[in-house]
């Protein structure tokens, strides 16, 4: 079992940065993928980004892919994902999630455990 605390969200001008953390508890962080997904307002949740549980391996979406980067530090139980050149359609609550599949895993029902999220809003 793992749970998970996601923060850095926040209000941005469209092109802006932020970076989003995902503090995990439990001693097997580093046994995990880990990704993050997001939800728009009346949409569906989509993957965002996965990364395998030694950091070997991302993946993307198509559409966040050279904006953002995600990078995790097993020694400190987090997850990140950094977010440049920001677009109002980015605007969504973030989800991080691990999977006990150690490869990166990109669909939803492949992970075990969510946190509750943090809002990111884009202005234009």
């Known amino acids: 079992q793992v749970q998970l605390v996601e923060s850095g969200g926040g209000l941005v001008q469209a092109g802006g940065s932020l970076r989003l953390s995902c503090v995990a508890s439990?001693?097997?962080?580093?046994?995990?993928?880990m990704g993050w997904f997001r939800q728009a307002p009346g949409k569906d949740r989509e993957f965002v980004a996965a990364?395998?549980?030694?950091?070997?391996?991302?993946y993307y979406t198509d559409s966040v892919e050279g904006r953002f980067t995600i990078s995790r530090d097993n020694a400190k139980n987090t997850l990140y994902l950094q977010m440049n050149s920001l677009k109002p359609e980015d605007t969504a609550v973030y989800y991080c999630?691990?999977?006990?599949?150690?490869?990166?895993?990109?669909?939803?029902?492949?992970?075990?455990?969510w946190g509750q999220g943090t809002q990111v809003t884009v202005s234009s």
């Open positions: 999630a691990a999977s006990v599949v150690r490869i990166v895993v990109v669909t939803e029902q492949e992970y075990d455990f």
């Open positions: 439990g001693r097997t962080f580093s046994s995990y993928a």
């Open positions: 990364i395998g549980w030694l950091g070997v391996g991302t």
